[in-house]
Structures are given as C-alpha cells and as structure tokens.
C-alpha cells in the first residue's frame, strides 16, 4: 500500500494564479482532510470530509476550495493563490470519526510569489 | 478540546530514555491524549494514545497521571531516527460523524537526540 499520496510535492505560484492538490488514498479511509503547516507552526486544518461527495470546512477554509467526486480522492483548489498561502500542505486520512490516527501524506511545499 | 502546553524544546542522548512530559490541566473526562511526532520535512506520525491508563507500544510508552492533567511520552531508547518535533493532543471521545475527526495541532516540543 502507498498510504497517503500528495502531489505535486513542489509548486511555485505567481500571485492570482490557480492550482489543485490532489490527495490520493488507498487505505479505503472515509475520512479525509487538508492541514497546512507555517514555518516553525503547528497543523491548521483547512477543510476535511467525511465521505465521498461531502466537504466541510476547518480552522482557515478561507480562499481555498475542495471536492471529493471519488472515495479516494481528496483534492484542494487555489483559486486566486496569495503570498500569505505560501506553506506546506499536508492531506490526512482516517478510517473512523472516532479514532485519532490519522494517516498523514509526506506533504506539498507551496510558494506563491 | 483542552488546550496542551509542552516544552518547546529538549535534547537528550543517544539510547537513552527520552522523557517528553505534556500538560493538559482543563482535560475532560472524555478527552484522550494523543501523541504524534514529525520528523524533519515529513507528515506526522501517529505514535501512541490513552484515555486514563498508561499505554505501551512498539514504539513508546504513554503514562497518564491518576488525575490526567499531565502525561508523559517515554521513548525508551532514543536513537538518531528519533529527533523530531513531538505533539501532545487532546481529542474528545465519541465525536458524531460530519464533526469528522479532526485534530489541534499546537507547537510540540523539538527533540534532539544526541550521539
């Protein structure tokens, strides 16, 4: 099993440009979430889901969107990227609402100029 | 969920026990602690949690005290693979299913093993 996969891992943006994230899991997880990481910071949840086809917001959902079309996939949209979006995302999965394990990818490092 | 305070920051020595102590003095009685840990430019790991007795694993040893306002993580041998920053969380039991699972992270202790 590959576990929790990100891509891209890397991606630099100009300011206004758009861009997706894309989540993959093939653990059979119905949890699903976005967190985003700050240097020198602690996990910010951005937006998660609790099934296919269901989205919610987290902490700081603020310019950013996501969709979950397939169990599997979990992905997280830029629509306008700023400078103060420049971080390190990082997707998650659980098997349960109830559990605190969560499954963590390795990460995408965003820069927008 | 209770807010945890942890160091920010600690050094310890190679094969030795690594004592990562946490405070959660406002914790319910239905919140489980939960630790994590993430090395240098990874995802975070889930390491090990309890809700009131102490837990062991393959990986570290979590104890509780009786009136669950603080906790300690024991890596009974540090080793070099073991320098990351290590979090305490505190996460309620029983959460419905759309609260989805989610987890505060806050600042973690850094933890340097030395050889």
């Known amino acids: 099993n590959a576990g929790v996969t990100q891509t891209p891992k890397f991606r630099v943006l100009k300011t206004g440009q758009s861009m997706t994230l894309l989540c993959a899991q093939d653990?059979?997880?119905?949890?699903m979430y976005w967190y985003r990481q700050d240097p020198g910071m602690g996990l910010r949840l951005i937006h998660y889901?609790?099934?296919?086809?269901?989205?919610a917001k987290g902490e700081v959902p603020d310019g950013y969107n996501v969709s979950r079309l397939k169990k599997q996939n979990f992905l997280l949209g830029l629509e306008s990227a700023a400078p103060s979006q420049t971080s390190v995302y990082f997707c998650?999965?659980?098997?349960?609402?109830?559990?605190?394990?969560?499954?963590f990818g390795e990460g995408s490092r965003l820069t927008v100029l | 969920d209770a807010k945890t305070t942890q160091p920010p920051s600690m050094d310890c020595a190679e094969g030795r026990a690594a004592n990562l102590p946490c405070n959660h003095s406002?914790?319910?009685?239905?919140?489980?602690v939960y630790w994590y840990r993430q090395i240098h430019s990874q995802g975070p790991q889930y390491i090990i949690h309890?809700?009131?007795n102490n837990e062991t694993n393959e990986m570290a040893s979590l104890i509780i005290t009786e009136d669950r306002k603080s906790s300690t993580l024991i890596l009974p041998h540090a080793t070099l693979r073991d320098t990351a920053v290590y979090y305490c969380?505190?996460?309620?039991?029983?959460?419905?299913?759309?609260?989805?699972?989610?987890?505060?992270f806050g600042g973690g202790t850094r933890v340097l093993v030395k050889p």
């Open positions: 653990m059979n997880h119905e949890y």
């Open positions: 998650a999965s659980s098997y349960s609402h109830d559990t605190g394990e969560l499954f």
């Open positions: 406002t914790i319910s009685g239905n919140e489980y």
């Open positions: 889901s609790v099934g296919e086809g269901t989205t």
């Open positions: 309890g809700l009131k």
């Open positions: 969380i505190v996460r309620v039991a029983g959460l419905i299913k759309a609260a989805g699972n989610k987890l505060t």
